[in-house]
């Protein structure tokens, strides 16, 4: 069973809004950085948001920054990454990613090989 299970993911128009949803299981997430990362079909996984175990230090790429939101609720131990005014370029599997940093730690890994645990991935497309 993997300890990530990403879900969400679907077909939006352009301008739409989805939220995808990282459920965690078989450890606490406030000791884990979460972050969020896509790879479009040909292109290269880019990292998309990361927010640190103490919930309260995010990053955001430039591409989705004011668009995505990424948020965690510890009693679920859930992570999720709202979506807005979503574009085609949008389009690409979402993998959420974890890396233990520390009880309640403000460190936030933005590089895909500072983690070390992965989920599946979910399809995201956005298209008319």
């Known amino acids: 069973q993997s300890q990530l299970v990403e879900s969400g993911g679907g077909l939006v128009q352009p301008g739409g809004s989805l939220r995808l949803s990282c459920k965690v299981s078989?450890?606490?997430?406030?000791?884990?950085?979460i972050g969020w990362f896509r790879q479009a079909p040909g292109k290269e996984r880019e990292g998309v948001s990361c927010?640190?175990?103490?919930?309260?230090?995010?990053y955001y790429s430039d591409s989705v920054k004011g668009r995505f939101t990424i948020s965690r609720d510890n009693a679920r131990n859930t992570v999720y990454l709202q979506m807005n005014s979503l574009k085609p370029e949008d389009t690409a599997v979402y993998s959420c990613?974890?890396?233990?940093?520390?009880?309640?730690?403000?460190?936030?890994?933005?590089?895909?090989?500072?983690?070390?645990?992965w989920g599946q991935g979910t399809q995201v497309t956005v298209s008319s």
């Open positions: 078989e450890f606490t997430l406030t000791y884990y950085a």
């Open positions: 990613a974890a890396l233990r940093t520390g009880y309640y730690n403000t460190r936030i890994p933005k590089g895909e090989h500072d983690y070390t645990t």
């Open positions: 927010i640190s175990s103490s919930g309260d230090n995010t």
